[in-house]
């Protein structure tokens, strides 16, 4: 049993001459730690999804990208990243002070947000959500902007972007926290700042080369089922842990966050079967990923049963808005809007509707909260809108003016040329590739037949030499009858660059 917290040093007491572990349960800090390593392991998650789903060319990029976007958070939030979105002395409602900067006197003492755990450890778990946010935004980068000045964008939008909306709803001072908005993990910072800014990021750095875009599709299914796989389990601890503790909000938390994740699946999968007429293995990651980014907000303020219909809307709706990038002519090459933004947004409302007070109280903590409309509490209706659109409009602007201003300094601009973005950004930004064989003939347009100089075959797009290993045609009755030694009956096939 934790002794309670007594100590008056900004540290939480000197631990030469005491034990400052008394104060906390083991088993809340060890849950709390192996959740902050499954949110972390969502990073290298959302890099095998990104990288599955873009052209091959550029695969090794998406995953690069994803890692260090990770790294360049971390930095951020042990520089200044956790004082500005929870210093405890802040006197304003929109941005914490440097009270903390380099996690200056952060270890024993509880947060202001949970008396459960010690602030060092929430501070971490915390940092975790900072380095999935921009792993998501690096999405926006798929197959035509440079790593370099994203990397840039990433410390810069943590600063300006995520850490304010973080402060708004998640400390005590922020103006969403005292108005009694309900977030729960992060629907605002997280998944309305990623989704929107990958909106913005697309649209200052314009559209991919229409060429380009013939017969585009997702050249590795298997890896895009992969990083879905990593990133339903890191998941589980992005909500489960949100509650601090290992207590019952936790296990409601994930217990919501698997059913909004199977039924948002299930609809997404339904809603693309309808008109393919296939039942697509892409279409039912989508809806998992759905799913769970509308639980996020409300797996630990709704009842069990409301996690149903909003795994079936956000599985419907998010599904439809993938054609929004259409009709808004942004070029959000890995949807993330329609998935992060727009999911959001639903789990955002929901709370609005179905947060109920037996379901916050479960952590032993917010015992007394009133919930939403199940609860005759009319106000979330209109705080919960609010604050959708104050976290959306705020995200969009900066996001655009961060990127614009990258864009005038000599060496960031985002965008790579044409002919880096006809090579791909593996090539072009990283010089390795994600397959041991990288054919010359990158694109569509580039298949022809190949031309014979000297007896080697050369490639018609670049001019670029290939190398030739013959095999036995299959389909040939008399191949190996007549064929022989000499092969007379062989095909070649382009399997390696010169």
Known sequence: MAVEFNSTLPTGGDSTIEDLNVYYDFGDMAYVMICAAMVLIMVPGLGFLYSGLARRK????????????????????YFWGYSLAFSPTAS???????????????????????????????AMYQGMFCAVTLAIIMGAVAERGRILPAMVFCFIWATIVYCPIA??????????????????????????????????????????????????????????????????????????????????????????SNLTAVF?????C??????????????????????????????GFVPLWASVPL?????????????????????????????????????LLWNAFFAADYVIG?????????????NQHWAPLYKQFAYVCACSAYTF?????????????????????????????DEDQIGEFAYDYVEVRRDFMAWSAPTQTDGIPIEPYRNQPTLVVPRLHSDSASSHTEGGANGSNLTEKVVKEI
């Not at 550029?58 to 939030?77: D, E």
């Not at 002070?97 to 929430?122: C, D, H, K, Q, Y």
């Not at 629907?187 to 060429?211: C, N």
């Not at 044409?418 to 950004?425: H, I, K, L, V």
């Open 92 to 122: 304003n409602k929109y941005i914490g002070n440097l009270r903390s900067i380099g996690l200056r006197n952060v270890l024993a003492a509880p947060p202001a947000a949970t008396p459960l755990v010690p602030e060092l450890l929430f």
């Open 397 to 425: 602007v900066m996001t655009c003016v961060i990127c614009m201003v990258l864009n005038k300094i000599p060496g960031l601009k985002l965008r790579a040329d044409e002919d880096a973005e006809m090579r791909g950004m």
């Open 311 to 347: 795994g079936i809307i956000a599985g419907v709706v998010c599904n439809l808005s993938t054609k929004l990038k259409f009709f808004l002519k942004i070029d959000d090459a890995l949807d993330l809007f329609a998935e992060h933004g727009v999911a959001g947004i639903i789990g």
């Open 58 to 77: 550029s695969a090794l990029s998406m995953i690069w990208a994803c890692l260090m976007g990770g790294a360049v958070a971390i930095v951020q939030w």
């Open 264 to 268: 948002g699946a299930i609809s997404w």
């Open 167 to 256: 402060y708004w709803v998640w400390n005590s001072n922020g103006w969403a926290y005292k108005w009694g908005v309900f977030d729960y993990a992060g629907g605002g910072p997280v998944e309305i700042g990623s989704g929107v800014a990958g909106l913005a990021y697309s649209f200052v750095l314009g559209r991919r080369s229409d060429r380009l875009l013939l017969n585009f599709r997702p050249h590795n299914v298997s890896l895009v089922t992969l990083g879905t796989i990593i990133l339903w389990f890191g998941w589980l601890g992005f909500n489960g842990g949100s509650s601090f503790g290992a207590n019952i909000r936790a296990i409601y938390a994930t217990w919501n």
């Open 270 to 299: 339904l809603m693309d079967y309808r008109l393919e007429k296939k039942w697509s293995t892409v279409a039912i990651c989508s809806g998992f990923i759905s799913g769970l980014v509308a639980a996020t907000p409300a797996s």
């Open 362 to 374: 479960l952590d032993g903590v917010n015992i007394g909260v009133t919930g939403g409309f199940i």
